[in-house]
């Protein structure tokens, strides 16, 4: 799943679309389902390197993480966290993230 913003428009190419795309999480999900542990940690340094992006600001907080928190609200990242079968929790110490496989039975489509 992308995430995309409209941007402005780029004045030398008036033909340029106004989509940027700002992080592409599938790589992510692609990373957490080759995984065999059912539970680690990631800094975010380890999950930038993944998703070949640098993570938003909004990344620091513990709630942008929470795969169980507001789950009408469709954010990309908890999707694809979701997707692979795996919640994610951002940890105490602010710059990394545990991830936990799912039990079977517990899993969300």
Same mark, same amino acid.
């Given at each position: 799943?992308?995430?995309?913003?409209?941007?402005?428009?780029?004045? #030398?190419? !008036?033909?340029?679309?106004? &989509?940027?795309?700002?992080? $592409?999480?599938?790589?992510?999900? +692609?990373?957490?389902?080759? @995984?065999?542990?059912?539970?680690?940690?990631?800094?975010?340094?380890?999950?930038?390197?993944?998703?070949?992006? #640098?993570? !938003?600001?909004?990344?620091? &907080?513990?709630?942008?993480? $929470?795969?169980?928190?507001?789950? +009408?609200?469709?954010?990309? @990242?908890?999707?694809?966290?979701?997707?692979?079968?795996?919640?994610?929790?951002?940890?105490?110490?602010?710059?990394?993230?545990?991830?936990?496989?799912?039990?079977?039975?517990?899993?969300?489509?």
């Amino acid at each position: 799943m992308r995430l995309t913003v409209l941007g402005r428009p780029d004045r #030398a190419n !008036p033909a340029s679309d106004e &989509r940027t795309t700002v992080n $592409d999480y599938d790589a992510l999900r +692609d990373y957490l389902l080759r @995984q065999k542990q059912d539970e680690f940690v990631l800094s975010f340094e380890q999950i930038e390197e993944i998703i070949g992006a #640098a993570l !938003p600001r909004a990344a620091n &907080r513990a709630s942008w993480w $929470d795969s169980l928190r507001s789950p +009408d609200i469709q954010m990309p @990242q908890r999707e694809a966290c979701l997707a692979a079968g795996f919640v994610a929790t951002r940890m105490p110490d602010g710059a990394s993230v545990r991830f936990t496989k799912k039990k079977k039975n517990d899993r969300r489509r």
